[in-house]
Every structure is written in C-alpha cells, then in structure tokens.
C-alpha cells in the first residue's frame, strides 16, 4: 500500500491560519519535505514521553541503516547537510577528542577536501559551504563540465582530508567523472570518499561504486521526519559520530528524528514499490489528458535525471497560444487558499514539471482542475499575462527581508 493512501489526522493548517498547499513540485524544505509516512510517525509518538539512552539508540538505528544500506555502521543526524559537515569534519579529526573540539579550526590537521567543480551546488544552500562549516578548505577539480582522472590527481595532497561527490539533479550530468572512476583514484591515495545521495532512491549503490560515507535524507523519497542519514565504513561513521561533542552538537537530532528515521527506512523496505509507480503514472495520465488540445500546451513524461524510478509531467507552454508564460502560470497556481506547487527551476525555458509523488488521494483531481481554471482565465486576457522573469527572481529575496512581517 501506498504510505499517501494512508489515514491521515485532521488537517491543522486552516486552524493555524496556512494555506492548504497541494505539492506537485517535490520534497521541497520550503514547504515541509514530503508526507511522514505513518509508522514514521507513530513511532516518534511512541518514544517522545519516554528517556533512552542516545548512544544506545543510535547503536539501534546503526543496525537499522547497515541491513538497509549495506553498510558496516550508520547514525542520524539532523540532515543530510549536516552529515556532510560532521563526515567531513570526522575525517579531518579521526577520532582525537581535542582535535574534534578545536574545530573549525583546522591548525595541524589535514584539511583540504576535493571536489569536481560540477559537483558544486546549491541545494538551499551551497555545498561548499556546507563541507567549510567543518573549518575544511574546498579544492575544486576540473571545470564545470570537464573533470578527468589527471585533474583529480594532481589536486590531492598530503593535505586532503577527503573527497565529496555529488550524486543530484542539481549537478552536472556529464564530462565529470562516474562515482566507481573517481573513488578509485582516491583510494589509490588513501582518501575517503564522502557521497551526498540526499536525494537518491538507490540505498545501496553509491557504497558498491566506492563510498566510504554516504548520506541521504530522511524527509525526502523515503518519508520520514527532518534527519540525515549517515551510512558506511565502521571506523569512518565511528568518527563522525563523534561530532556530537564538536561542532554536531549544533545540528543535534532528536530521539523522534532518529526513531522516525528508523521507521522510515524500514516502511521503505515493505512498500509496495510497483503500486506506487502505477498510481503515479496514472497520475500523469490524468493530467495529461486534461492538458491535451488546450492551446500553446504541450506535455511529455520526463524521467528523473539521476535514474530514480520516477517520472514527472512536463507542461510545455507557448505565450501566445496559451497568453501566459509558464512562471505566471506557476505564479497564478500559487494563488488562493489552495495553491498548488508546481516544479518551477527550469520555468525559463517555458516549462514546469508536475511531480506525482507527494500527493495525497483526490489531489490530483484538484490539481488538474487548478490547471485548467487558470489556463481559461488565461485565454481571456487580451494581451500575454508575461512578467519580467528577473522581478520574479529577486520577489523570493524581497519577501524574506519582510518576513516575519
Ligand atoms: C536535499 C539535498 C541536500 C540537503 O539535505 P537536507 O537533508 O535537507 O539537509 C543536500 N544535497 C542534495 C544533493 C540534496 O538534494
């Protein structure tokens, strides 16, 4: 069974005076992740009135993530981009006590971290900066588009704590090197390899094409609370975990996010993974035949760029057919009481995607009539509904200056 077809508690949101937003954009941080699945959530009730031993529950979700993973060991923390911090962090440190609490200060240690210029991205916030929390320096290798095994090897040092590779719709997508390639050039060296696959479905293939650590999301595809997962070699996981009287200490979970995380991963490993594919493709059916013969709108099934198991509807959109551009289309549907999320980061090239997977039952009905609501408004209007894409980019920025107002 799918986790969304699930009972649900009442609605909350009108009480506290939100909007009901329907998310056919993805697992977005900015508008709460994804659908906690329920065994996720039961299990955080179940242990929020009781005390537990951390170090013990941790030792528990370190069994959870190995058999799920294929790991030796694993912990949570409170995000996968903590995870990247505390791994890089575990590296630089090794399991030295007074090196973990003289971060980020780096004086004596290793402390430059590789990393393919491809693979520098903004997920929220940048990577880099993510890995320089630690107090570690980034060295990128290669160029945007071009990185080779050469370039990878005259960057590593004595210095080279560790290398960070990108597995993301947010990275480059060719002329970089495979994850198998790049971490056998650093194992040659004695670096580790440090995988960010916040986003990926594939559990256990980053670690057989080389990681050392890898990290995932726990409030992305598999469904659970806020956390990041860190999985991989025992001694590696060991020293990242040690954070925790460092610089992890800022970023602590929980015991409902490491419980909660637990859950989720262990309802990922039971569900149903074939329905889910059919209900969401059914999903795009629906919608694409409600789009079909509209004028200036065009669609297709578009895969996930990484490989996940996973397609999304592209809405193609021609102004002057249509009399809208695709972004005041996505602005118009964020409109209401009900605004619908769609996945705009590609809206410059006259398109979004609709993205099927966090949908709660009946939605997709909603969204599809949303969808043709505006477009008929849209057709009315004399001149084309178009606004300056650049106003629309720095409207974001704007609003987080007025905000709390
Ligand atoms: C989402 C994401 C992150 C951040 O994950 P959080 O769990 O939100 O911290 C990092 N890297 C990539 C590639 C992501 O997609």
């Given at each position: 069974?799918?986790?969304n077809q ?6 909350i949101?009108?009480?506290?005076g939100l ?14 992740a ?5 065994k996720a959530?039961?299990?955080m ?10 170090d ?5 979700a ?5 058999e799920a993973?294929?790991t ?14 505390v ?21 004596g240690?290793?402390n430059?971290?590789v ?7 903004h997920?929220g ?24 095994r ?5 960057a ?11 597995v993301s ?11 198998d ?7 040659e060296?004695?670096v580790p ?11 256990k ?35 990242a ?9 800022a970023m602590?979970?929980g ?21 889910v ?8 059916q ?10 200036g ?14 397609n ?9 057919q ?5 972004w005041?289309l996505?602005d ?5 009481d009900?605004p ?5 980061h590609e809206?410059?090239?006259?398109w ?21 609501e ?19 980019r ?11 107002g």
């Open positions: 069974m799918s986790d699930e009972q649900q508690p009442a609605d949101r009108p009480q506290l909007r009901q937003v329907i998310n056919v954009n993805g697992t977005m941080t900015y508008l709460g994804s659908v906690v699945v329920k959530r039961d299990a009730a179940a242990l929020l009135p009781q005390f537990v031993e951390m013990d529950l941790q030792r528990k370190s069994a959870v993530i190995a993973c294929g030796e060991a694993g912990f949570i923390t409170s995000s996968a981009a903590s995870g990247i911090t791994a890089v962090a575990g590296a630089m440190t090794g399991p030295d006590f007074a090196a973990i609490e003289q971060l980020p200060d780096t004086t240690l290793k430059e971290v990393v393919m210029t491809g693979h520098m991205v997920y916030a940048p990577i880099e900066q993510g890995i320089r929390l630690s107090g570690a320096k980034v060295i990128q290798v290669g160029q945007a588009t071009f990185a080779r050469y370039q990878l090897d005259a590593i040092t004595e210095r080279t704590a560790c290398a960070v590779y990108v719709h947010h990275a480059v997508q060719y002329g970089l090197m495979p994850l390639e790049f971490s056998a050039v650093c194992h060296r004695g390899v440090i995988v960010d696959a916040a986003s990926e479905y594939d559990l293939k980053f670690i057989r094409d080389g990681a050392d650590i890898v990290l995932y999301s726990a409030q992305k595809f598999l469904g659970g609370p806020t956390a990041g997962i860190v999985a991989g070699h025992h001694q590696l996981i060991r020293d975990y040690l954070q925790n009287s460092g610089i992890g200490r602590k979970v015991k409902e996010g490491i419980i909660g995380a637990m859950a989720a991963l262990q309802a990922w490993a039971k569900r149903d993974h074939l329905a594919a059919n209900k969401e493709m059914s999903y795009l629906l919608w694409s035949n409600a789009l079909a013969g509209r004028p709108i065009s669609t297709d099934t578009v895969p996930d760029p990484t490989g996940n198991p996973l999304r509807l592209r809405v193609k959109v021609n102004p002057e249509a009399r809208i551009t695709a005041d996505a118009a549907l964020m409109r209401g009900k619908v999320s769609v996945r705009d809206v410059e090239h006259g979004f995607f609709l993205d099927p997977c966090n949908l709660h039952p009946g939605q997709e009905h909603e969204v599809a009539q949303r969808l043709i505006e477009l008929e408004i849209a057709l009315q209007s004399p001149t084309v509904i178009a606004t300056s894409l650049e106003r629309r720095n409207r974001k920025f704007e609003a987080l200056l007025r905000w709390p």
